[in-house]
């Protein structure tokens, strides 16, 4: 993408407007500024008053000896080793810590041993069931349901899948299977059983963690036979162990074939006998979890990290970007199926509460997480951007509402968080938090931007790159390029970049998917503008742009007009040209009820776009469409419906049952012979 060329730059359009400053305290208390007076006194040079920047310069600069600080600096247990921080390279060949080895489980329960009695987990739900655990108690369950793995035969290196909602027996069921070195693999229970089997089959596990149902938008939802369908497909299955959410698994309890245990959960490792809490050390790369990528268009991408860089990851974001200290309370809205689960589990590493909901983030009205973040007196609410800004479209004002004194930060992340969407933060939900719109992927399950309590929060604008992601914007030479939109590339290596994709032994399925365009350098899908101050921009998927008579513009800022109109709940476009010939620009919008998509609304609209975007994005038709057809992690699947309008079956552009809706794509069928 030339940058010259490109649309919606981040000048002017309501970005950048100021919306917070940290105030001296804030600097002076913050953990990355006492950070980096460490760094200072083991005479890390920086300058004689750096600032954020400084220290991201020398964290990409010298990555060595920044991952290496971060070990130091949090003291994470396990043992380092006498070698390098990184050998090998270019990218994708280069490996960390070879020498090292640690417990990913060992160091998110360390709290049990230093302060058994603080809350390790709080959960609640659409339903009664709500509590907590103390770090002693989840210690003490990781203990007992290790041993029952174990008992099951699951060792080293085995595949434990979990088909469970954001409950505290997935948690336990996570640090249970690392804690023995063997391999985590979650879907969310809304999942059908295509989606479920397309992802846990590629992996071969033995044990299956799975729920009688789940409740969600005030209904219950058995999930049993969908157990029996799914055990079915599972030929290395040595067992299924039950939990029994909604009071049904003892009366419909899933069919398994001869050979395959069926166990209930509190029968897991319980004989009555306490299980003792131990450990198995891994190398730094050895396989944490299989995380998958959305399996739209394919296969879903069993992606692997390792023990070691998830570790160092999280406990940098979470504590020096997030800013979160021990104790704090800190929630992310998510599903098991979406990589912010395994981000929000972090918070344990780093000493925090961490707070599980489970169900609608709409029922029995919008305000249901604001109200959870002042029952539980949460510190940091992390949610999808469109949480937000359907927050805003509705008029909430949450912090009149609620008692949100305890909030100190708001994330935002899944899609671009429109300025409009910043700004309401501010006036609606409190003055002095920090908003922290935050982008990067399943891929390394973290962010490559973010936020930080050094940086200010401009509308639209996210803070900066995170420490040691070196990200920058490339041109179509590869040239970076500052003040203009790019493509999204890495170009120094990430801990917790995959240790490996599953099933792909030469690594040729883990190289073409981000190192095939630019060698060495990885290239992410998405076009991002980097700032002349560092702050950045997020247009949307580089692969999604609409190229109107040579001018380039992400999809979220055609998103950020169509869905600022009350009449309008969501919203797609796609542009069906190819190279070297021009093709349609098709609006389709899901209106909000009671609306009809008339000549005055669609006048509206086209007028909006001219003048806000440009005569080019104006779009050739408007189709009103029942919904706009999403990934089960709530991304907009323009693509497919690109492929579908060029006359693409369904079954080849899209996986159904890799959709939350696959019921809307029928709709998109039809528009394509307009």
Wanted: proline content about 8%.
């Amino acid at each position: 993408m030339a940058g010259n060329d490109a649309g919606g730059t981040a000048a002017g359009h309501g970005y950048g407007v100021p919306l917070w400053e940290p105030d001296e305290q804030t600097v002076r208390n913050a953990r990355i500024s006492r950070y980096m007076r460490w760094l200072a006194g083991r005479g890390v040079p920086l300058g004689d008053t750096p600032g954020y920047q400084d220290l991201w310069q020398w964290s990409v600069d010298h990555p060595g000896e920044f991952w290496t600080s971060i070990w130091d600096y949090f003291q994470v247990l396990g043992d380092r080793g006498d070698g390098p921080a990184l050998t090998g390279g270019p990218m994708p060949g280069v490996h960390w810590f070879p020498g090292a080895t640690l417990s990913y489980a060992r160091n998110a329960l360390r709290t049990a041993w230093t302060d058994p009695g603080r809350a390790a987990i709080i959960f609640s739900s659409e339903r009664t069931r709500a509590g907590s655990l103390t770090y002693a108690e989840l210690a003490a369950e990781v203990a007992r349901v290790a041993a029952g793995l174990r008992a099951l035969g699951v060792g080293k290196g085995d595949r434990v899948a979990a088909l469970l909602p954001n409950i505290p027996e997935a948690v336990i069921g996570l640090l249970a299977t690392a804690s023995i070195g063997a391999i985590w693999s979650s879907c969310s229970p809304d999942f059908g059983t295509r989606s479920v089997v397309d992802r846990f089959a590629q992996i071969e596990p033995a044990v299956l963690l799975a729920v009688d149902g789940y409740a969600y938008n005030g209904k219950d939802y058995p999930r049993t036979g969908v157990v029996s369908e799914i055990a079915a497909q599972l030929p290395t299955l040595r067992a299924v162990v039950m939990v029994d959410l909604l009071g049904t698994a003892r009366g419909t309890a899933p069919e398994l074939r001869p050979g395959v245990r069926l166990l209930a959960w509190p029968a897991l490792g319980g004989d009555g006998t306490p299980a003792d809490t131990e450990f198995e050390e891994v190398p730094f790369e050895h396989p944490l979890w299989v995380v998958y990528s959305s399996g739209t268009t394919g296969p879903p991408k069993p992606i692997v990290h390792g023990h070691g860089g998830i570790v160092l990851e999280h406990l940098k974001g979470l504590a020096l970007h997030l800013d979160l200290r021990p104790g704090d309370r800190f929630t992310w809205y998510t599903t098991t199926g979406w990589m912010m689960w395994n981000f929000q589990v972090g918070g344990l590493l780093a000493g925090t509460t961490i707070v599980l909901y489970d169900g609608s983030a709409g029922y029995p009205d919008a305000g249901r997480l604001w109200r959870l973040a002042a029952e539980e007196k949460v510190s940091y609410l992390g949610v999808g951007a469109p949480y937000l800004t359907a927050g805003q479209k509705a008029g909430l004002k949450p912090g009149e509402t609620y008692d949100l004194s305890a909030l100190r930060g708001v994330g935002s992340t899944g899609s671009p968080l429109p300025p409009e969407a910043f700004t309401w933060v501010y006036e609606a939900v409190g003055k002095d938090l920090q908003l922290g719109s935050m982008s990067g992927g399943t891929d390394v399950c973290t962010g490559f931007v973010g936020h930080c309590p050094l940086l200010p929060v401009r509308s639209g604008v996210i803070s900066g790159r995170c420490l040691g992601a070196k990200v920058e914007a490339f041109d179509e030479s590869g040239t970076p390029v500052v003040g203009k939109v790019g493509e999204l590339v890495i170009t120094e290596p990430m801990p917790s970049m995959p240790v490996m994709f599953w099933n792909d032994p030469d690594g040729t399925r883990y190289a073409d998917s981000y190192f095939a365009e630019f060698p060495g350098v990885w290239r992410h899908g998405d076009w991002i503008e980097i700032l002349p101050d560092g702050g950045c921009v997020i247009y949307g998927r580089s692969d999604a742009t609409l190229n109107r008579g040579g001018v380039r513009m992400g999809t979220s800022e055609f998103y950020r007009v169509i869905e600022s109109f009350p009449e309008v709940a969501d919203s797609l476009v796609v542009d069906t040209g190819r190279l070297g010939e021009d093709g349609r620009l098709v609006l389709f919008v899901q209106l909000a009820p009671g609306c009809e998509l008339d000549d005055g609304l669609t006048g509206r609209i086209r007028a909006a776009l001219r003048e806000q975007l440009s005569p080019r994005h104006v779009p050739d038709e408007i189709v009103p469409v029942p919904g706009v057809p999403r990934t089960l992690s709530g991304k907009k699947l323009e693509i497919p419906v690109r492929k579908i309008l060029l006359g693409t079956p369904v079954a080849q552009a899209a996986d159904p049952s890799a959709l939350a809706n696959p019921e809307v794509l029928s709709s998109y069928v039809r528009a394509s012979s307009l």
